[in-house]
């Protein structure tokens, strides 16, 4: 599972197909074990063909295309369907050519690999026992980045360095991949010593963030933040400016990475594509192919529907078919949110101000002011004690132009609570439910500029690990959520706590939830803002 992110090497295996095929397996003195190998070899293999590689490997996937004899049947009734994405036949000998196989390769027979292969229940072998299929076709990874953490403090790369690294993160949970990253403005590319870790479940990525102290690789503690406050982080410190504020993405040097699903589409439609090796287009269907406004609205709809899980303040939430969460499924902090009203009038900078006072005596988790409004709140992912209450008040504030006793602080009430936090983590929803239809379209995932491919899939196989790193905004994580569960018939706020709340059709993008993540932006820096395809009202709700 640990990839390094060059260029793939699938499409020049390891000295060819055929001159592997004119060795005798296994070697004199194979480096591993038959029971060893033959565990590794299924694990590898398993890997190639799984939703988080084969769709981002060119060469592989492409394979997958040329054979579909014997043709795949449905196991119940034994007619013959059509293959899905990714089912084709591909010859074992090919994949057991690539890099990472070499060791299990020299160290079974042809019929041992086979014996190997027969216990996969992704994978099926043919009645030769030489060509090996999907079980199921590959489908997208709709969150594999709310999943994912960067590490960074890692030594220089050994040939053994992805085994290891794969072994070390292991210990913490069930990892899907480990992508190493690389500086590919050189030649050869270059360990930048620190790593993309996706870990299949949210829960152990959390638990992993939340170690103190920090883990150690080899006595050197580590760099550790999710991967999304990471790319949140970077885009301010390269001056990255968001479409949404009218400016343009700055372009990558690097060339068009392969997605499976962005292709296929492509090709249906006619258009060229990286499906075929002459990228030559296809005639186009009869009939039109551009859907109007109305049948866009409606399939855009469609896709939204469809429950999406993530991750939000320790918990994890679902989305209904309308895009926001249930009420009733959200739970925060008893008396963990304070309004504020009379404090002038806010600019753009003016939430900052607030959040950067406040936390000397408690981290907020969210601050709530508008552009031009003089009240809001503040959300705290713990409760706020009378005694951190009284010094929030007396820290005399200037939050837009007042301070002090001109400000009138009050606590929110139980149902003023419930939506200031439920419009949170409808917010939330809301960007991830933006990033899947990204995702589906090809429109790029937002990933580090190196390894992970800014604003698209990347990566190489280099191990146990390939060519995904795939987008998707994580939710947040807060503190200790034991508070009581709060129910009231608001399903979504229109306002986050307090009067002065702003409504519109979706926060601004620089509302990254950064507090929510664990993780305190540069000085100075604000969460960024990420653009989206609709022009959105303009409001100025802020958190960290």
């Known amino acids: ?13 390891a000295n060819g197909a055929a001159a592997a095929a004119a060795k005798t397996y296994p070697i004199a003195d194979p480096p591993m074990s038959v029971e060893a190998a033959k ?30 004899d ?3 049947t449905d196991e119940a009734t034994g007619e013959k369907i059509e293959p899905g994405p990714g089912q ?47 079980r199921e076709p590959v489908r997208p990874s709709k969150d594999a980045f709310s999943r994912s953490i960067y590490a960074k403090g890692f030594p220089d790369e050994t040939p053994t360095l992805q085994s290891e690294l794969e072994a070390f993160f292991s210990q913490f949970g069930l990892i899907t991949v480990v992508r190493m990253r690389r500086d590919e403005t050189v030649r050869p590319a270059k360990f930048k010593n620190s790593v993309f870790v996706e870990f299949a479940k949210p829960e152990e990525m959390d638990a992993f963030l939340a170690l103190e102290p920090k883990p150690k690789y080899n006595d050197q503690e580590l760099i550790t933040m999710s991967k999304e406050a990471y790319v949140e ?14 400016g343009e993405e700055k372009q990558s040097f690097k060339r068009k990475k392969f997605n499976a699903f962005t292709e296929l589409k492509r090709e249906a439609m006619g258009q060229p594509n990286m499906l075929n090796e002459d990228s030559t287009p296809k005639p186009k269907r009869e009939g039109p192919t551009k859907l109007s406004a109305e049948e866009q609205e409606a399939a855009r709809a469609a896709r939204r529907a469809e429950p999406l899980e993530f991750t939000f303040a320790q918990q994890t939430l679902k989305t209904q078919p309308d895009g926001t969460v249930k009420s009733e499924d959200l ?19 003016s939430w900052k101000s607030l959040k950067d006072a406040v936390s000397v005596v408690q981290t907020p988790f969210f601050v709530d002011l508008a552009i031009g409004k003089s009240s809001g709140c503040i959300g705290f992912n713990e409760t706020v004690t009378e005694d951190n209450f009284t010094k929030v008040k007396a820290l005399n504030i200037p939050i837009a132009g007042k301070a002090g006793e001109e400000i009138a602080w009050s606590r929110a009430t139980a149902e003023e609570a419930n939506k200031a936090w439920l419009t949170r983590a409808n917010f939330r929803a809301s960007m991830l439910l933006d990033q899947r239809e990204e995702d589906a379209s090809g429109s790029g995932g937002r990933g580090g500029r190196s390894g992970d491919r800014r604003f698209g899939h990347g990566g190489g ?19 200790k959520h034991q508070g009581n569960r709060r129910n009231n018939n608001h399903s979504n706020g229109a306002s986050e706590g307090g009067d002065g709340g702003e409504t519109g059709a979706k926060r601004k993008r620089q509302d990254a939830d950064a507090g929510a993540a664990g993780h305190k932006l540069p000085e100075g820096a604000k969460p960024p ?5 609709e022009k959105k009202v303009k409001t100025e709700v802020k958190t960290e």
């Open 331 to 349: 739970t925060f902090p008893v008396d963990s949110v304070l309004k504020f009203d009379n404090a002038g009038v806010a600019d753009k900078d």
């Open 39 to 68: 565990a590794e070899a299924l694990r590898q293999f398993e890997f190639y063909f799984s939703n988080a590689n084969l769709p981002f490997d060119r060469f592989l996937f492409r394979l997958t295309r040329t054979d579909n």
């Open 529 to 533: 803002t990420i653009g989206s395809a």
């Open 1 to 13: 599972m640990v990839s390094d992110n060059t260029a793939s090497t699938s499409a020049a295996p």
């Open 233 to 246: 982080m970077k885009m301010k410190e390269k001056g990255i400016v968001p479409r949404a504020e009218g």
């Open 461 to 479: 196989r280099g191990g146990r690990g390939g060519r995904g790193g795939r987008g998707g905004r994580g939710g947040g994580r807060g503190g």
């Open 70 to 72: 014997p043709p795949l």
């Open 88 to 134: 084709g036949w591909v010859p074992v000998n090919t994949v057991a050519t690539f890099k990472r196989m070499q060791p299990m390769r020299e160290s079974l027979s042809d019929a041992q690999l086979a014996e190997a292969l027969e216990s996969s229940t992704l994978l099926k072998l043919d009645p030769s026992r030489t060509k090996i299929r999907l």
